[in-house]
């Protein structure tokens, strides 16, 4: 007999088949679903590790131990009177992103130590993204210390008259008042800025017709205005 597997590929760490002899549905429903899985298995398992991605994990399932920056106690590390490593010293600062992902995976365990093995919870690749992140977790790189989901929602109720909605200096205001705006969709337009004059920009303001922002926005609130901008170009 042949083989009636349309898809069958290791996904973190399990493999998924879809057999056609066990099938209760109509064959086109499950050429359809199988082809999608496929296309995002794929997909995912040529993906870079992204630290923006495991930011989000780690705040997920990470911070409640280890704190918002990898060198406290978060609230749960409190409450069970844990002692979590403090993943910003450079005993892990300088490991490598896959001998990050060894130890958050659990294939490599330290004794006495209450860390889950979180290949049982999460693919591998959620695992990848988080060890990229606690790389970069003492980085000051706007993109990793800003939360540029939330500089989007403030950026879309504050700039858009001047910035337009996709930050190419296009919007209604900017067009009314004959203001020349930066294409912040243009990587060259943005890099010509550090970190220190973007966020100095937002605060202070700059030239005749961008107004500073300090004090209607707080100091978080800015930086993640200016991980936002920091994303545009990409």
């Not at 403090?86 to 300088?94: D, E, R, T, V, W």
């Not at 203001?179 to 966020?199: G, Q, T, W």
Request: net charge positive; glycine share 8%; hydrophobic share 40%.
């Amino acid at each position: 007999m042949g083989d009636h597997s349309l898809c069958s590929q290791a996904s973190g760490g399990k493999m998924i088949t879809i057999n056609f002899l066990n099938a209760r549905w109509p064959s086109l429903n499950i050429m359809i679903l199988a082809a999608i899985i496929c296309m995002a298995q794929s997909a995912d398992a040529g993906r870079d590790p992204d630290p923006n991605i495991g930011r989000q994990l780690y705040q997920s399932y990470c911070l409640v131990c280890h704190g918002p920056h990898g060198d406290t106690k978060g609230p749960l590390a409190v409450k069970l009177n844990l002692k979590p490593e403090n993943l910003a010293s450079a005993k892990y600062q300088k490991k490598s992103i896959s001998e990050m992902a060894l130890i958050i995976g659990g294939y490599e365990r330290m004794a006495g130590k209450k860390m889950p093995i979180w290949r049982r919870a999460i693919p591998e690749s959620n695992i990848e993204h988080i060890a990229a992140y606690i790389a970069q977790i003492k980085s000051t790189d706007l993109r990793f210390i800003g939360d540029p989901r939330r500089g989007r929602l403030i950026f879309r109720n504050s700039c858009v008259a001047c910035h337009g909605s996709r930050g190419k200096g296009t919007g209604i205001l900017a067009k009314l008042i004959g203001a020349p705006m930066s294409d912040f969709s243009n990587p060259e337009s943005v890099k010509r800025y550090s970190d220190k004059a973007l966020l100095m920009i937002i605060r202070k303001g700059k030239d005749k017709f961008m107004p500073g922002w300090e004090g209607t926005l707080n100091n978080k609130e800015i930086i993640d205005v200016a991980s936002y901008v920091r994303s545009l170009s990409k």
